[in-house]
C-alpha cells in the first residue's frame, strides 16, 4: 500500500490514473480493467482490479476506524460530511464530465444534474438527527429506544447512476455512525474512485473506501464475517444472490432493484400536457432507470391522437454524445445492455408487432446506440410489457377499463414505482392506492427528496433508501430499560 498523493488539485478533466482508496490511501493494483466510453466503444481508462486481500484490507481499516468514528458527535459527523459536500463541489465540473464519458448520460440534462443531487444530498442528510425516543417513563422506570450503528456498510452499485446511488448510501451510513467500503459496477467505476480519491482528503482513514473490480468482489463482500449490513442496488436476480449469500453471517440488507413500473393515464387526463413528463420518464437516461415508465398504459378514447403526438414529441431530441450539447437522448451504457435491448427489438418484430418510431439499430455508428422505439399496443403477453427493458423502448398499451387496467399493472413479480394521470385527482388517488408499489406518483413523476422513502414493494426490493425509514435501516434499535 502506497500513500501516493493526498492532494486533490481541481481540474476540468481528470485523466488519472486511478486508484483504490484502503484506509485513507491512495492504492495502486497488479491488474487493472478497460472502461468503454459507450458513446464511442472506444476505451476510456483503465481501472484497478482489487484482489480479495485489498478487499480484506479496506474492510479492516473499516472496521479500526469505525471504533473512533462512532464516538464522535453528529455535530461533528455533520461537519465532515458538509467539508466533503464542499470538497465535491470543487470537483463538480470534472466529476460530471467523467459521469457523461463513462456512463454515457447527456452532460447538461444528466450528468451535471446528477452530480449537483448528489451534493445537495449529503448535506441536506447530514442536517438530520435520529434522537432517542423515550418509550415509557413511569415512577419506576425509564424505557429508551436508541439507534446505534451497525459497524462496517457495504455497498454495491450498478451503472446506470453511479454518483447518485452511491453517495444516497454514504451520507446516511456516515451521518448514523458507519464506516463504509463502496464497490462501484465494473463498467462504471472511475467517477466512484474520484469521488472516493476526493473523500480521502476529508474523512479520517478507513471512514469510506472504494474497491473496484470484477463482479467476483460483490460475493466476497457479502460474505464477508466483518461487514454487518449491504446496501445494494442493482437487479433482482443479482439481489437474490445476495440474499442467499448474506444469510450465512445474517447480514442487514437494503436492496433496491429491478422494475417494470406502469403509468396509467385515465380517460379524462390532461394527457397532452403530459406527454413531456410521460417521454421523459419512460426515456429518460435512455431508460434505463429502475423507476422508468416501462408500460405506458393510455385509455381507448384518445389512444391514435395520443400515439402520434407522443411519436411526435420523440421525434424533436436527439440521440448521440452526450457532451455534444444538442444530445438530450444518450447511448445504452455498456454492450451487454446494447445487446439485451435488441432482443426486445428482435422479439417485437419477430412477433409482428407495431413500430411506430425507431427500431432500427444503425450498425455502422460506434458506440452502443438504440434510437428511441414506440411499440403501438402489443399484446398484455409480450416480452416488451413483461420483462423489464431497461432502454428505450416504450410500449403504448391501450386499455378500457380502469379496473382492468388496474389488475394488469399489478399483475407483476415487481413492485416498485408507478404513476396515474388525470384530472379528478381523487379517482387518480384511489387508483394509485391500489397498485402494488413502494412509490407511486400521481399527475407528476420522480419527485424525490432526502425525507422520501425510496423503496420496491414484491421483488423490487427490501427497505428502504432515503427517508428517515431508510436511515433507520443503517442503525440497530436498541432498547434501553432502566429502574429509576
Ligand atoms: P447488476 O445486478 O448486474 O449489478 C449491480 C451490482 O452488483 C454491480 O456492482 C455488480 O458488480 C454487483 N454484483 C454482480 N454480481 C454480484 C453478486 N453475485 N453478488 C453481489 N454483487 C454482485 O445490476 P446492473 O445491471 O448494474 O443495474 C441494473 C439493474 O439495477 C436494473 O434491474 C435496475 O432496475 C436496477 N436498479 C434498481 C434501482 C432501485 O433503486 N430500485 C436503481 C438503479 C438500478
Redesign the pocket.
Known amino acids: 500500500m502506497s500513500n501516493l498523493s493526498r492532494s486533490i488539485a481541481p481540474a476540468n478533466l481528470f485523466e488519472g490514473p486511478y486508484y483504490l482508496s484502503i484506509a485513507g490511501e491512495l492504492v495502486e493494483t497488479k491488474d487493472s480493467f478497460a472502461v468503454i466510453n459507450p458513446a464511442t466503444g472506444l476505451v476510456l481508462a483503465n481501472a484497478p482490479a482489487a484482489t480479495s486481500e485489498q478487499l480484506d484490507q479496506a474492510v479492516t481499516a473499516a472496521k479500526s476506524a469505525f471504533k473512533r468514528w462512532s464516538l464522535l458527535s453528529y455535530d461533528e459527523r455533520q461537519s465532515y460530511l458538509n467539508a466533503y459536500a464542499d470538497a465535491l463541489e470543487v470537483h463538480r465540473d470534472e466529476l460530471a464530465r467523467l459521469l457523461t464519458l463513462e456512463q454515457g448520460k447527456p452532460l447538461k440534462s444528466g450528468a451535471e444534474p446528477e452530480v449537483d443531487q448528489s451534493i445537495s444530498w449529503i448535506r441536506q442528510i447530514a442536517a438530520r438527527r435520529i434522537p432517542v425516543e423515550i418509550l415509557e417513563d413511569t415512577d419506576s422506570h425509564i424505557v429508551e429506544l436508541h439507534h446505534t450503528p451497525l459497524g462496517v456498510v457495504g455497498a ?6 453511479p454518483v447518485l ?1 452511491a453517495l444516497w448510501k454514504v451520507a446516511p451510513a456516515l451521518l448514523t455512525d458507519n464506516t463504509m467500503v463502496i ?5 462504471t467505476p472511475l467517477t466512484t474512485l474520484r469521488f472516493g480519491q476526493i473523500a480521502q482528503s476529508v474523512f479520517p482513514p478507513g471512514v469510506l473506501s472504494i474497491v473496484s473490480g470484477g ?1 467476483e468482489l ?2 466476497q ?2 460474505a464477508h464475517p466483518d461487514i454487518a449490513k449491504i446496501s ?7 439481489g437474490k ?2 440474499i442467499r ?1 448474506a444469510a450465512g453471517t445474517v447480514k442487514r440488507l437494503t436492496l ?4 417494470n413500473d406502469a403509468a396509467i393515464v385515465l380517460p379524462d387526463a390532461d394527457w397532452k400536457a403530459a406527454i413531456p413528463q410521460l417521454f421523459w420518464g419512460a426515456i429518460g437516461n435512455s431508460g434505463q ?2 423507476v422508468g415508465i416501462k408500460r405506458l398504459y393510455i385509455h381507448r378514447s384518445f389512444h391514435e391522437e395520443f400515439v402520434a403526438a407522443f411519436v411526435e414529441y420523440a421525434r424533436q431530441q436527439k440521440l448521440g454524445d452526450g457532451l455534444d450539447p444538442d444530445v438530450t437522448i444518450g447511448p445504452m451504457q455498456n454492450k451487454m445492455q446494447f445487446d439485451k435491448v435488441r432482443t426486445f427489438l428482435d422479439d417485437i418484430k419477430a412477433n409482428g408487432q407495431k413500430i411506430v418510431l425507431g427500431g432500427e439499430v444503425d450498425e455502422g455508428r460506434p458506440g452502443y446506440f438504440i434510437p428511441v422505439t414506440v411499440v403501438d399496443n402489443p399484446p398484455e403477453n409480450s416480452k416488451i410489457v413483461q420483462e ?1 427493458q ?1 432502454g428505450p423502448i416504450v410500449p403504448i398499451i391501450v386499455y378500457d377499463e380502469v379496473d382492468d387496467v388496474i389488475e394488469r399493472a399489478n399483475d407483476s413479480p415487481f413492485g ?1 414505482g408507478g404513476s396515474v394521470w388525470g384530472r379528478d385527482t381523487r379517482l387518480a388517488v384511489a387508483v394509485a392506492n391500489r397498485l402494488e408499489t413502494g412509490m407511486v406518483w400521481v399527475n407528476e413523476m420522480h419527485t424525490q427528496g432526502v425525507d422520501i422513502p ?1 423503496g ?1 414493494h414484491k421483488q ?2 427490501v427497505g428502504t433508501e432515503g427517508g428517515h425509514e431508510g436511515r433507520l435501516l443503517f442503525t440497530n434499535p436498541k432498547t434501553l430499560l432502566i429502574k429509576k
Open positions: 454495491i452499485t450498478p451503472w446506470n447512476f446511488l464497490k462501484p459496477s465494473p463498467f463482479n460483490g460475493p463482500m457479502t445494494f442496488t442493482g437487479s433482482t436476480e443479482t444472490h445476495v449469500s433496491e432493484m429491478g422494475g432507470w429502475c423489464e431497461f416498485l425510496f420496491g423490487s426490493g
